[in-house]
């Protein structure tokens, strides 16, 4: 029971998907590239990401280590978003709730490929994946507040609005920031059966 593409094209309003996107597993080759991506992308990323200001090319190494023998384990997986060769970002699940059929999801982009549709793109395939594929029922979004680029995203693809955790999110120096839940449904994913 897959997926109409065509409900793809009109959730995103007709937009085309350029440029070509591949979801790729990450490899330990990734890291200088990866790492690089998020130097290009730090001052950016880190209000909303407690890993991104300190985050070092040893620290990357370990990420993909971890995506690796997280995907191993079955227990949720992380992709490179590639666009024409380069990664952009990455998306992914956190973990894999068997008991609930519910898994979480996050992500990151490069701001040199924000606006194209790439990452709207991405969590459509991953929605897709984890709704046809595992057969879960709940896939949760958090954001902060003040992260307009991932709520928007997260509402544009249909995301429900489910409130508001306080302190929620720790950064450094024990700064605990508030992140608003979304949740996507089987059913609320548009076209399916």
């Not at 894999?96 to 549709?117: F, K, V």
């Not at 991953?126 to 307009?148: I, K, M, S, T, Y």
């Not at 306080?166 to 608003?180: M, P, Q, S, T």
């Amino acid at each position: 029971m897959g997926r109409r593409r065509t409900g793809l094209s009109t959730l995103l309003g007709e937009r085309r998907m350029r440029p070509a996107l591949e979801l790729r597993a990450l490899a330990e080759s990734d890291a200088r590239e990866l790492y690089a991506l998020v130097e290009a992308n730090r001052e950016r990323l880190a209000p909303w990401m407690p890993w991104a200001a300190a985050q070092t090319l040893a620290g990357t190494v370990a990420f993909i280590r971890h995506a690796i023998d997280q995907e191993q384990l079955g227990d949720g997986f992380q992709r490179a978003l590639v666009v024409d060769g380069a990664i952009a970002g990455v998306a992914g699940f956190h973990r894999l709730d068997r008991e609930n059929l519910s898994t979480s999801i996050g992500y990151w982009l490069g701001s040199r490929y924000e606006g194209a549709g790439v990452m709207s793109n991405a969590v459509a395939q991953l929605l897709d994946h984890a709704f046809d594929e595992w057969g879960v029922h709940r896939v949760e979004l958090r954001a902060a507040p003040g992260n307009r680029r991932s709520r928007a995203l997260a509402e544009r693809l249909g995301f429900v609005e489910e409130g508001l955790l306080r302190g929620a999110e720790r950064f450094a120096d024990d700064d605990y920031r508030d992140l608003v839940v979304y949740s996507m449904l089987a059913g609320d994913w548009p076209g399916r059966d």
